[in-house]
């Protein structure tokens, strides 16, 4: 294959761009992580990915992908035959429900159109019904990945405690951490699932639980077997800048940088730039002539776009002249809206001009494509970031 000059543009909804400076710290000579240095790093990352999550609870971290840390959350916490309450937003909530089957767990889902988010009415009713309290946990997904829909957590919570339900709650904020708004005290979350790749700006490879004090004395008597995934040995080893077994020491170097750099913006600044991104992202989709994906305003997600394919056309065909026309990945439509649906991702270490070069990708293609769509995208994303819209 011939070389293409210039960067690729990596705009799929995670993973996300690393910027240079998490690259350059991840690249330091790997070293001894039983030696007093690492236990040094390893004090300081356990203390600063607390306020990340809005936590001062622990945050087990293991070497994973965002599936181990699904897993973990689960088998730390239930029992085989437990029933779990799930609520199908999109593709990854449906991969979690296949994944709380296979581990035995009995999974009572909630379904949905992958349009909208989670409707916290329906959960308040579902557990005002389970007299018996017969459901041990909640886990919804907060930033649904596959469709660009973000879920609000706080009237979950609220719709748990008004049935008077003990169940616990879990969330998936793999793709939400760091780009949309997340606070695991204050809105009673007893497990945050989360990953590197996606808002944190690393690579892929370390999973994250964050958990609460009820979740932590669930896992001392339930009876799912783990090893690999069990939090007690993190918890015991984790105060002394320990962990049970080898962890990805050079991720944890990213991981620092990460925190600081994502501190040193502020984490509102970072939200509000996502959001700022978003709606640029629609205003140039819009004027495309093209449907977004989340049919509901209050709930567009601030990390990516799902766009809607004119009928008879093929996301996926589009997709693949962008990547050979301007060297750019977009997401896929995934699951039953597989070649439906194309993603923008909008998220991580991004600016301005990169979401420009991104909306320009997508407008050149849709022509090269032959995409029935209105000229302007562009023009409407700059009028926007440049308030005059
Ligand atoms: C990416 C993602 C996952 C899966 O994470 P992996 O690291 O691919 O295992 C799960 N849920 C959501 C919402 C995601 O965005």
Redesign the pocket.
């Known amino acids: 294959m011939s070389h293409k000059a210039g960067p690729h543009f990596l705009q799929i909804?995670?993973p996300s761009n690393v910027p240079g400076r998490i690259l350059r710290a991840i690249e330091r000579p790997t070293i001894d992580h039983r030696g007093p240095t690492f236990q040094v790093l390893a004090c300081e990352v356990l203390e600063k990915i607390k306020p990340i999550f809005k936590t001062v609870e622990p945050v087990v971290i293991f070497p994973?992908?965002?599936?181990?840390?699904?897993e973990a959350a689960l088998v730390n916490t239930l029992s085989p035959g437990d029933k779990v309450l799930m609520y199908e937003t999109g593709q990854?909530?449906n991969?979690?429900v296949e994944l709380a089957t296979r581990i035995g767990l009995e999974t009572e889902v909630i379904s949905g159109d992958w349009r909208f988010g989670v409707d916290s009415n329906v959960i308040e009713e579902r557990l005002r019904n389970d007299a018996g309290h017969k459901i041990k946990a909640v886990c919804i997904?907060?930033?649904?990945?596959?469709t660009g829909v973000t879920s609000k957590i706080k009237p979950v919570r609220d719709a748990i405690d008004k049935a008077k339900h003990p169940a616990l709650f879990m969330v998936?904020?793999?793709?939400?951490l760091c780009s949309a708004d997340y606070r695991h005290d204050e809105w009673g979350v007893d497990v945050t699932?989360s990953?590197s790749?996606?808002g944190l700006m690393l690579p892929?490879g370390l999973?994250f639980n964050a958990v609460s004090k009820k979740a932590v004395e669930a896992s001392k008597s339930s009876k799912l077997i783990r090893s690999y995934w069990d939090w007690g040995s993190q918890l015991a080893n984790n105060p002394s800048g320990n962990f049970p077994y080898t962890p990805a020491t050079n991720l944890l170097y990213g991981l620092v940088e990460a925190c600081d750099m994502l501190m040193d913006e502020g984490l509102d600044n970072v939200f509000s730039r996502h959001e700022r991104h978003a709606e640029a992202a629609r205003r140039a989709v819009k004027a495309w002539g093209l449907e977004i994906q989340c049919a509901e305003p209050t709930e567009y997600s601030p990390v990516l776009t799902g766009v809607i394919m004119p009928e008879g056309h093929d996301a996926d065909a589009l997709r693949a002249i962008i990547l050979d026309k301007f060297n750019m990945s977009l997401g896929s439509g995934l699951g039953k809206i597989k070649g439906k649906v194309f993603r923008i991702g909008h998220l991580g270490d991004f600016n301005d001009l990169m979401l420009m070069g991104t909306l320009s990708g997508v407008e050149m293609g849709l022509t090269v494509a032959g995409v029935p769509h209105k000229s302007g995208g562009v023009q409407a994303a700059m009028e926007f970031l440049t308030g005059n819209a």
Not at 64 to 70: F, L, P, Q, R, V
Not at 141 to 146: D, G, Q
Not at 172 to 176: K, P, R, V
């Open positions: 909804p995670g994973s992908s965002g599936t181990g840390a699904w990854f909530a991969l979690w997904v907060h930033n649904e990945t596959s998936d904020t793999i793709s939400g699932i990953g790749q996606k892929p999973g």
